[in-house]
């Protein structure tokens, strides 16, 4: 199913989803093809939902060049990562594990190939999913230092914000009970 038409079957309850998807993807102004495309498939794999993910990597393939999709691919992954790393370090009580190397392996965050600043925004994007503070708060300042406006920042956030809550809607909408059929709700034969 195409991210459209996968956007267009949500439910009533998903109205305001379909309406910001609309301007913030189908319309979008503020970012670059690049920026908005590896953003949507960077939080759609964070997302976890697989009729998301695969219908978000289909669309931005059309997009972006194979390079950037694979970086797009690649802040997900390394982001799913660190995001839990220094998450853990961050909510821990023990100051010592904040002066521990994180011995993990980052290769990914150089050489990915595309505009740094992109990159960057994609990293952004998926710690402000997975909810790291450090990460959100390294990779905020790197863009902003980088010339990102506040502006292009919030942009970035709402999208990903959109696609997140995109994928928690489908999730519950696969989720919900669905009528038995008539087999399944006759008693089992007594021995």
């Known amino acids: 199913m195409t991210l459209d038409a996968?956007?267009?079957?949500?439910p009533p309850f998903a109205r305001d989803l379909k309406l910001n998807f609309s301007s913030l993807v189908r319309n979008n102004a503020e970012l670059t093809p690049q920026q908005l495309w590896g953003t949507v498939a960077a939080t759609a794999i964070a997302t976890?939902?697989?009729?998301?993910?695969?219908?978000?990597?289909?669309?931005?393939?059309?997009?972006?060049?194979?390079?950037?999709?694979?970086?797009a691919k690649a802040a997900a992954g390394i982001m799913g990562m660190n995001n839990i790393f220094y998450r853990f370090q961050h909510l821990s009580s023990n100051p010592r594990y904040s002066t521990m190397p994180a011995?993990?392996?980052?290769?990914?965050?150089?050489?990915?190939?595309?505009e740094e600043v992109d990159f960057e925004l994609w990293c952004l994007a998926v710690s402000a999913i997975n909810g790291c503070g450090k990460c959100v708060d390294a990779h905020e300042k790197v863009v902003r230092e980088k010339g990102a406006t506040e502006d292009l920042v919030m942009a970035i956030v709402r999208v990903s914000a959109v696609i997140h809550a995109i994928g928690v809607a489908l999730e519950s909408v696969a989720l919900e009970p669905t009528a038995l059929e008539p087999a399944a709700v006759e008693a089992p034969a007594l021995a």
Do not use: E, F, K
């Not at 996968?6 to 949500?10: A, F, K, Q």
């Not at 011995?103 to 595309?114: A, D, I, P, Q």
């Open 6 to 10: 996968l956007v267009d079957s949500l």
């Open 103 to 114: 011995r993990l392996r980052m290769n990914g965050l150089r050489g990915h190939g595309v």
């Open 48 to 71: 976890r939902c697989s009729a998301l993910t695969a219908a978000a990597l289909d669309a931005a393939s059309a997009h972006l060049s194979p390079q950037a999709l694979q970086a």
